[in-house]
Nanobody, 116 residues
């Protein structure tokens, strides 16, 4: 079964950093556009960042621009989201998504809590 698994979430103080990982099982992420989304209870899931195939272009939501960085590690078949200068409003469940044509996969999510 094809799977995406997120990890790296946790509790961090405001101004701190976390790195989220999105690893694939049984398929190669290199061929997929990868996006990170986040969701807070009672609100719609929102896009945070995305990266094109073959190390293509990256995009960021205005709310995270300059603080978050998305990247790929081809050898590890993993996509990362480096999150710096975290704010309480970054608290959410973060999901990764892999998209290629009609193939669309989601991970189970990882909780990020920014609180003092």
């Amino acid at each position: 079964q094809l799977q995406l698994v997120e990890s790296g979430g946790g509790l961090v103080q405001p101004g701190g950093s976390l790195t989220l990982s999105c690893a694939a099982s049984r398929f190669t992420l290199e061929y997929y556009a990868i996006a990170w989304f986040r969701q807070v209870p009672g609100k719609e899931r929102e896009g945070v960042s995305c990266i094109g195939t073959y190390g293509g272009s990256t995009n960021y939501a205005d709310s995270v621009k300059g603080r978050f960085t998305i990247s790929r590690d081809y050898a590890k078949n993993t996509v990362y989201l480096q999150m710096n200068s975290l704010k309480p409003e970054d608290t959410a469940v973060y999901y990764c998504n892999a998209l290629r044509g009609l193939d669309n996969y989601w991970g189970q999510g990882t909780q990020v809590t920014v609180s003092s």
